[in-house]
């Protein structure tokens, strides 16, 4: 049985680390993902994915990463459940991420939310809209490659 998840998208709110009792860091954090959609659809939708790391990754997300962050997760879908203090059960499904990396520098983050402050000062599950694609990207993105450089 397979259990992988891969995620690109834009952390919803500042990553919120703990330490449990023994010691051990442990991150929470939202990832907000554009859904594929029709060309003529009205308006984008996105899912609010959340995720879990543990230890130095924890530690690595709490300093560095921020609201509005474009990352990219790996890790597997885990659900659990637990009996709330009014007595019904509540159930919880979210990633638990095996690696995180930020995909744009800290310098590319500050411009972007000083350029567009607005779309992220109230980011919930009806106003955040993600970049749906990297075609801003692509013109810097020239590789010149002839068959020489191919490994087969």
């Known amino acids: 049985m397979i259990n992988r998840v891969v995620l690109v998208g ?8 703990r330490k449990t009792q023994t010691g ?5 954090f939202t990832v907000a993902c554009n859904r594929r959609q029709a060309k003529d659809a009205p308006e984008r939708q996105a899912d609010f994915i959340n995720c879990v790391a543990w230890r130095g990754t ?7 990463c921020k609201k509005g962050a474009l990352v990219g997760v790996e890790g597997r879908i885990q659900t659990r459940n637990y009996e709330a203090n009014d007595g019904r059960r509540v159930y919880v499904t979210e990633v638990l991420c ?16 000083n350029e ?9 599950s009806s106003g955040y809209e993600p970049d ?3 075609s801003d990207y692509s013109s810097d993105l020239s590789v010149d490659l002839t ?3 191919l490994p087969f």
């Open 10 to 17: 834009r952390v919803t709110r500042d990553v919120e680390v």
């Open 24 to 28: 051990l860091s442990v991150a929470s």
């Open 58 to 64: 924890a530690d690595f997300l709490g300093a560095y």
């Open 98 to 113: 095996d690696s995180v990396q930020l995909l744009e520098s800290r310098s590319a983050t500050a411009s972007r939310m």
């Open 116 to 124: 567009d402050t607005m779309q992220f000062t109230s980011i919930d």
């Open 132 to 134: 749906s694609d990297f």
């Open 147 to 149: 068959s020489e450089d």
